[in-house]
């Protein structure tokens, strides 16, 4: 049974930086394309980044990726995002997810909130 489990939302700062973690259970994260989506209330999820089985990283063209970083880490078998040079529109709940092209099979996480105020 695969699970993801995301956790290191909170509130923080403007300016201030955070790192998301993806824990993943029953899954290989070099199997599969792992992604950060985030959600703000009223509006559509939004890609944010992945990370392919082979290891190549895109991110979507309305990500703002200079201040996003992804990255996996394979022997904990974990999905991480670095945020800096957080902004307060960067408020949303953040999920994990896991797209299997070999079985057709899309996992998520039940998501993590960030909140940026002072």
């Known amino acids: 049974q695969v699970r993801l489990v995301e956790s290191g939302g909170g509130l923080v700062q403007p300016g201030g930086s955070l790192t998301l973690v993806c824990t993943t259970f029953?899954?290989?994260?070099?199997?599969?394309?792992m992604g950060w989506y985030r959600q703000t209330p009223g509006k559509q999820r939004e890609r944010l980044a992945f990370?392919?089985?082979?290891?190549?990283?895109?991110y979507d063209d309305d990500s703002p990726k200079d201040r996003y970083t992804i990255s996996r880490d394979i022997a904990k078998n974990t999905l991480q995002m670095q945020f800096n040079n957080l902004k307060p529109e960067d408020t949303a709940v953040y999920y994990c997810?896991?797209?299997?092209?070999?079985?057709?099979?899309?996992?998520w996480g039940q998501g993590t909130q960030v909140n940026v105020s002072s």
């Open positions: 029953g899954v290989d994260v070099t199997t599969v394309r």
């Open positions: 997810n896991a797209w299997d092209h070999v079985h057709g099979r899309d996992y």
């Open positions: 990370i392919f089985s082979d290891g190549g990283i895109r």
